[in-house]
């Protein structure tokens, strides 16, 4: 496989040197791995610190700015981060408010969020911690106990951020992290396998004319392969699966995620059958979001992600963003 890297073992402090030099409103420390917004700590505000493995870009570092992120802490390819990095980013952005970690369901993530909360509380920082476990597509798959955490991290550190961003409490950013990610549900389906740097060849084996129903996000297995389908076809597998799993679901916010290697063309058309299934359900749909967000690599395929909105979520997802990943209203 071709790839645009120098070599596999330093890709990610190339990525990292790379965002420093793009975004100068960031504090990128390449050497502890740690990417906090350049003004942190903000007098009185809560700070929210996210991170897992790199490889799945803008998600985590692409999210660090106001209305979102205070830091985020990347990992090797598909590795958690490590303790160290936590407390670092942590100590860096607490103004005395506390720390929200937003943490995605993945064993590595899970284990090591919790060690970095006990020794960032030694430290005397108050920390909370929300866990996303969003997809329906299995449980207990690997790297995971339970339900994986994929694109309703978005969600989360949008939503939460946004609250934050307003001044309000410790408790209330985590209760609505919380509530964003009870209400959140994805579905994902691969085209093709992801390359990792390290292997430098697919990851797994997907024939040409096949595709992968329920993909995770580190190209584990879904729940059954098919003969390639259709866009409608898939909009109507991936979103029926989300909505049986959801329950009430009027209205909702929309994520049509790019797995990394989809063009938007085909990410549009993708939308409009997504929409379309929705309206045939019955959902009404608040607002839509389409791109690349919660990627895997160079990995072909797209995931679905709704979030039951109420009036007080959806004037914090039109709060103003700016983040290098996500920006509007500033």
């Known amino acids: 496989m071709k790839m ?3 070599v596999a073992e330093t ?26 917004r350049a003004d942190a700590p903000v007098a009185g505000k809560v700070a929210l610190v996210s991170g897992g493995g790199s490889g799945h870009e803008p998600l ?12 985020a802490c990347p990992g090797e390819v598909f590795t958690s981060p490590v303790p160290d990095q936590m407390v670092r980013a942590a100590a860096a952005v607490d103004s005395g408010a506390g720390v929200l970690f937003v943490v995605k369901n993945y064993t590595g993530d899970v284990l090591n969020f919790d060690m970095a909360a006990e020794l960032a509380e030694d430290e005397g920082i108050q920390i909370a911690k929300v866990l996303v476990n969003d997809d329906v597509a299995v449980t ?6 339970g339900r994986r955490g994929t694109g309703a991290t978005l969600f989360v550190e949008k939503l939460a951020g946004a609250a934050a961003e307003e001044g309000m409490p410790l408790e209330r950013v985590e209760a609505i992290a919380r509530r964003v990610n009870e209400s959140s549900r994805s579905f994902g389906v691969a085209l093709s396998a992801c390359s990792t740097p390290a292997k430098g060849s697919p990851t797994f084996d997907l024939p040409a004319g096949e595709l992968e129903l329920g993909v995770g996000i580190h190209g584990e297995p879904g729940r059954e392969r098919r003969p390639m389908m259709t866009s409608g076809e898939i909009a109507d597998v991936a979103v029926d699966a989300v909505l049986e799993d959801l329950g009430p679901r009027n209205p909702v916010l929309v994520l049509v995620n790019g797995m990394g290697a989809t063009p938007l063309l085909e990410l549009y058309g993708f939308t409009a059958e997504v929409h379309r ?6 959902v009404s749909v608040a607002r839509t979001l389409v ?40």
């Open 11 to 36: 890709v990610v402090a190339d990525a990292l040197r790379g965002m420093a030099a793009a975004h100068p409103e960031l504090t990128v420390d390449v050497e502890n791995r740690v990417i906090a």
């Open 140 to 145: 207990d798959s690997l790297y995971t106990a």
């Open 60 to 71: 985590h570092g692409g999210f660090v700015g106001p209305g979102m992120l205070s830091a």
């Open 4 to 6: 645009l890297i120098n």
């Open 291 to 330: 791109g690349d967000y919660v990627t895997s690599l160079d990995m072909a395929g797209a995931s679905v992600t709704l979030c039951q909105i109420d009036e007080e979520l959806l004037r914090l997802w039109d709060a103003p963003v700016r983040t290098a990943g996500l920006r509007w209203g500033m």
């Open 277 to 282: 299934v929705l309206r045939e359900r019955g």
